[in-house]
């Protein structure tokens, strides 16, 4: 591993991977949010994005939901009507 940033508080290295790792000045390990952000502050890593999310994916179930209501109230619909036309 190579340092690539020294400060009073941590130590940042490259590792062959071509990842970074933060040990701070108690030689402990810095992970998490806390090392997210040191390499954030340095530049050496983007911003992680927000995954969008998938709208069409909820659409196709929406549809499957609506369609199944549908059948279910239809023979329910025709066995009023077929026993309102006997009555006639």
């Known amino acids: 591993m190579k340092v690539v940033a020294r400060t009073d508080e941590y130590t940042i290295y490259q590792k062959r991977s071509e990842r970074y790792a933060v040990q701070d000045s108690g030689k402990g390990w810095v992970n998490g949010d806390a090392k997210v952000a040191i390499l954030l ?3 050496l890593i983007e911003a992680p994005r927000p995954k969008a ?3 069409e994916a909820e659409a ?3 549809e ?3 369609t199944e209501e549908a059948s279910a109230e239809a023979p329910a ?3 009023s009507d077929e026993g309102a036309e006997k009555s006639e």
């Open 41 to 43: 502050q340095h530049k």
């Open 53 to 55: 999310p998938e709208p």
């Open 60 to 62: 196709p179930a929406a």
């Open 64 to 66: 499957e939901a609506s």
């Open 77 to 79: 619909a025709e066995t």
